[in-house]
């Protein structure tokens, strides 16, 4: 049992990568227009735990993590300064430029398609699992479009509509399908990872002092490469 528990603890491994992001955002047409997701791109750790004994056929981890991600929107609006009216009339003169930053704490599942991973040059994986994050920091710019200029840039709150431990967490559904290159004559690896987001609490836009009510729900794909030791 204890040379058992010496292996166990020997095979743990650790993974760093970094990622680019391509974006996707659902939001009301009705009061958005022209909406056009920016590139984004993370880095992240994640530690992997065996959990499936020698024996079985599939290598089994849990992989707890944490990651930076940084990404945007862009979409035209209306805008409704302190002090106005507040009727719509279907106006969507106001560009809207969100930028925003997340810390993310991924728990997944990670599950290999072979029980000899150091042993082969080439081996695929998926994981699967949930992801808690929170929103370091969000910053707009909004921009009359029809003279360009500028109405207000700083930062501002991106609270979810169903809140999640507070207004600035969030969660998505993570998935991931990877291939990892054994180096020569060692046990790292190179890893190359395709991975989908799917956030399950749409974020509230307000704008600039509830200038603007625009909820939307946004998804990624990313495309990362990495290190496995």
Not at 5 to 31: M, P, T, W
Not at 129 to 145: D, M, P, R, S
Not at 165 to 180: H, P, W
């Amino acid at each position: 049992m204890a040379q058992f528990e010496d292996a166990h603890k020997r095979n743990i491994k650790y993974q760093l990568i970094g990622f680019a992001l391509v974006n996707s955002y659902a939001n009301d047409n009705r009061i958005t227009s022209n909406t056009q997701a920016t590139m984004g791109a993370g880095a992240g750790f994640r530690m992997e735990l065996p959990i499936s004994r020698q024996h079985t056929d599939r290598d089994v981890r849990f992989a707890p993590g944490i990651e930076i991600i940084t990404e945007g929107v862009n979409f035209d609006s209306y805008y409704f300064a302190q002090g106005y009216s507040i009727l719509y009339d279907g106006n969507m003169a106001y560009n809207h430029s969100i930028r925003m930053t997340e810390i993310c704490i991924p728990l997944v599942m990670r599950f290999s398609f072979t029980k000899k991973e150091e042993s082969l040059k080439n081996y695929f994986y998926c994981t699967a699992g949930w992801e808690l994050k929170y929103t370091l920091q969000a910053k707009t710019t909004i921009t009359n479009t029809a003279d360009g200029s500028q109405i207000y840039s700083g930062a501002i709150s991106l609270p979810y509509e169903h809140q999640f431990l507070g207004s600035n967490e969030g969660n998505d559904i993570v998935v991931s399908l990877g291939l990892n290159h054994n180096l020569f004559l060692s046990k790292h690896s190179v890893v190359f990872d395709l991975g989908y987001r799917y956030g399950l609490s749409r974020t509230i836009y307000t704008g600039n002092m509830n200038s603007n009510n625009v909820l939307f729900r946004g998804s990624n794909i990313s495309f990362g490469i990495g290190l496995r030791l």
